[in-house]
């Protein structure tokens, strides 16, 4: 079975400053998509970026971009220039292509510094 | 206006009690997803729909029985909960099985509390 593992219960940046968040997964198949979803305390899970595992080119979202380590198994997150409104927690997930579950991580608490 | 849509945004319920969670999406998707987020646990599939027929089912105890009446609404029947059902609990839709297509979108969830 997949896993994803998030290793940073909690995160915080200065405001304009950049992070990185960490996900790691765990699998066997070569096909499959991952993603960075963000929940604000409105509660709405919102996507933020996602990859498929076939492209090497990492993605990119405007502020958002991932580092995208297949071998590793690895799919960080940064955040430029962070703002006030990117509080929240994010989420890494796993997909495995054609399938429609989406495997979780714990999530990490990012808080920005004013 | 959000494009999935859940009510309540809390509850509150007694073990003995019966209530509904109503999940709408108003995006033309014809897949939609129940998942359950406790506190400190990653969020957990519960139930998939596709076109309107249950596709998975992750072990869910019986007293959680979700219906799927069209491809915009999902609904989730709540009979003699436990305290530990008190979770967040999360609704979504997506395209459906192409992969490129499967991106899934969240309601703002239901508050559930089992007293």
């Known amino acids: 079975a997949q896993t994803v593992t998030q290793s940073q219960p909690e995160m915080s940046v200065q405001e304009a400053e950049t992070v990185t968040l960490s996900c790691t997964y765990d699998?066997?198949?070569?096909?499959?998509?991952l993603f960075w979803y963000k929940q604000p305390p409105s509660r709405q899970m919102i996507l933020v970026i996602r990859?498929?595992?076939?492209?090497?080119q990492n993605a990119t979202e405007n502020r958002f971009s991932v580092n995208f380590q297949k071998a590793a198994k690895s799919f960080s997150l940064k955040i430029s220039d962070s703002q006030l409104g990117d509080a929240a927690m994010y989420f890494c997930?796993?997909?495995?292509?054609?399938?429609?579950?989406?495997?979780f991580g714990q999530g990490t608490r990012l808080t920005i510094n004013p | 206006e959000t494009g999935v849509t859940q009510t309540p945004r809390h509850l509150v319920m007694g073990m003995t009690n019966k209530k509904s969670l109503k999940c709408e999406q108003h995006l033309g998707h014809n897949a939609m997803y129940w998942y359950k987020q406790s506190a400190k646990k990653p969020l957990e599939l519960m139930f998939v729909y596709s076109l309107e027929e249950r596709v998975e089912n992750n072990s869910v105890p019986s007293r959680f029985s979700p219906e799927c009446p069209n491809s915009s609404h999902l609904f989730l029947h709540l009979h003699t909960l436990q305290p530990e059902d008190s979770a967040l609990y999360l609704c979504?839709?997506?395209?459906?099985?192409?992969?490129?297509?499967?991106?899934?979108?969240f309601g703002a969830g239901t508050r559930l509390s089992v007293l």
């Open positions: 997930a796993y997909r495995s292509g054609g399938a429609q579950k989406l495997v």
């Open positions: 990859q498929e595992a076939y492209k090497q």
């Open positions: 979504a839709s997506s395209q459906g099985r192409l992969a490129g297509k499967n991106i899934q979108y």
């Open positions: 699998t066997s198949e070569s096909d499959y998509y």
